[in-house]
């Protein structure tokens, strides 16, 4: 049913979902209530109608909570390290952090609406697993800033590192080293997975060793780097260097090296992606690309609290340069590759 001419009301909505008035008001509120096949369908229909709330009724209902709502990745040490950041970035700005996290079996919608239910008055996402359709629905609902992520929405900000620039200097430090056997293990699904992938085969072909790319499977993750491991101890000729996803996913090929007796670097360098403080145990030295969490939590909460603010601030997207950080994990091969 199309809305009627003038500004669509709530009322609207409803009617072109085919629910309540109140249902439609527990969904655009991100309130628990309605299931979440309804709060849907609800979400697409505002969004196709142009519907936009009363702004003078939304500051009454909220009036600034002054919590900035964060949602992370449990198992991922750098999220773990930007959410550090973002205490430190809060400390002097009257705001404070709410925790949502995501895990194995709770989504990033589901931490989202947790937060929500907290009357967050913005968002940071980091490295929100989420689409394009689904971060624009929420940015109708609560200002929303995105960290380590490519995604794009309308009034959304985003605040992230160049990954193309940081694996393409990983790649860069193992040529000069004297490496052209260079193997990448991917990050499957991950954030940013597509990006690190086509920034390792880019600078490969940069340096006319095309032909000697080749991209591991993987999962960001640990058992990654295990099962890369044993892939490479098992070939006829391993590559000399082998840059990983990230620093879990190294960690895991370094370790399983080490205890298989393979000399790192003097047989095969290791370079993971995050610079996380596993990188630089005392154990593990491992040569890792920095994103400078520091840069993006401080950003990140500068935005977000202009928005809390109502300051008329347009969207933007914030690029920190990445830099690599040489340890001892990565050096010139003994076996030259020609």
Known sequence: MAARAGRVTIVDVARAAGTSVSSASVALRGEPGVSEETRRRILRTADRLG???DQRAR???????????????VSQAFHAEVVEHLYRAVADTGYDLVLSATTRTRTELQAVE???????????????????????????????VTVGSELHAESVDSVRADDRRGVGAAVEHLVAAGHRDIHYVDGGRAVMSRTRREGYLDAMSAHGL????????????????????????????????????????????????RVRGVDVPGEISVVGYDDTRLASLRNVE?????????????????????????????????????????????????????
């Open 210 to 257: 095309a032909d000697r790319a080749r991209v591991l499977g993987g999962h960001a993750d640990e058992e990654s780097g295990v099962a890369a491991a044993m892939e490479l101890l098992a070939a006829a000729r391993p590559p000399t260097a082998v840059l990983t996803h990230n620093d879990m996913t190294a960690f895991g090929l370094l370790l399983t090296l």
């Open 51 to 53: 519907y936009r709330p």
């Open 59 to 73: 500051m009454l209902r909220e009036q600034n909570s002054r919590l900035l709502g964060v949602t992370f990745t």
């Open 114 to 144: 947790s937060l929500l239910q907290e009357r967050c008055a913005a968002l940071v996402l980091v490295s929100p697993d989420i689409g394009n359709h689904d971060l624009a629905a929420l940015s109708r609902r609560v200002p929303a």
């Open 286 to 338: 491992l040569t890792s690309v920095s994103q400078d969490p520091a840069a993006l939590a401080a950003t990140a909460v500068r935005r977000a609290v202009a928005r809390c603010e109502g300051q008329e601030v347009p969207a933007g997207e914030f690029v920190t340069p990445p830099r690599l950080v040489v340890r001892t994990s990565s050096g010139p091969p003994r076996r030259i590759s020609r």
